[in-house]
């Protein structure tokens, strides 16, 4: 079973509106992280938020927040306020577990695009 | 702001020449990765180094892989005999602290290995 799920390969949002990637996520380890990150077609993996297991309330950063559903196992990522600079591959990844240097595990991404 | 600095941007090579891939981590951090993502697909683990030795390693890092910090600062990814199939984007990671906390990885930009 996949880890990391990401159902969206495509998304298209205006200039200016919110736009939700969805992602939800496998495991029975009660301890875990999430992570998003943003990939432009330059190449570099830019880290946009954090959710850890434990945190109460969903992670927010400038125009980025995260919906967490615990229950559904689902960390969803918001970007509000969409930018043309926002068109790129977006991966959420996890980290599972309490010992230190633990992997990430990559979903398979969603290409973003924004149009004017 | 410090970050992940990886040389060279792109290798090429003949397949079966040895290739090592490099990665100055950021400097006050102790956990160091290599990931890889083949074009178009999601991003894997190799392997993570913590104190002078490998922590974990995936199924993909094999005898034909190794890595070493060889002067405190450089982080190095060795591919003995490469085959067709090593290309892809190789990404250097670091991180301050391992386990569940809100640090990221943070990931270099990537060397693009192209094979012959």
């Known amino acids: 079973a996949q880890k990391i799920t990401q159902t969206q390969p495509g998304m298209f949002v205006q200039e200016k509106e919110a736009v939700t990637l969805d992602c939800t996520y496998d495991?029975?380890?009660?301890?875990?992280?999430l992570f998003w990150y943003k990939q432009p077609s330059s190449g570099e993996m830019i880290f946009l938020i954090y959710?850890?297991?434990?945190?109460?309330q969903n992670a927010t950063e400038g125009r980025y927040s995260l919906n967490f559903q615990k229950a559904r196992k689902s960390a969803n990522l918001v970007i509000s306020a969409s930018q043309l600079g926002d068109s790129a591959m977006y991966f959420c990844?996890?980290?599972?577990?309490?010992?230190?240097?633990?992997?990430?595990?990559f979903g398979t991404g969603t290409r973003l695009l924004v149009s004017p | 702001e410090p970050e992940v600095t990886q040389t060279p941007s792109h290798q090429v090579t003949q397949m079966g020449q040895e290739v090592i891939l490099r990665c100055v981590p950021i400097?006050?951090?102790?956990?160091f990765y290599w990931y890889r993502q083949i074009l178009g697909q999601k991003v894997e683990f190799l392997v993570s180094?913590?104190?002078?030795?490998?922590?974990?390693k995936s199924e993909i890092f094999d005898d034909q892989f190794s890595v070493e910090r060889p002067d405190g600062s450089n982080f190095t990814l060795k591919i003995r005999s490469t085959k067709l199939e090593d290309s892809a984007m190789y990404f250097c990671?670091?991180?301050?602290?391992?386990?569940?906390?809100?640090?990221?990885?943070?990931f270099g930009d990537g060397t693009r290995l192209s094979i012959l």
């Open positions: 990671a670091s991180s301050r602290v391992g386990g569940i906390s809100n640090q990221p990885q943070h």
């Open positions: 495991t029975s380890d009660p301890s875990y992280g």
């Open positions: 959710q850890g297991s434990y945190d109460q």
């Open positions: 990844a996890m980290r599972e577990g309490q010992r230190g240097f633990q992997k990430l595990v």
């Open positions: 400097s006050n951090h102790l956990y």
């Open positions: 180094f913590y104190n002078n030795e490998i922590s974990e």
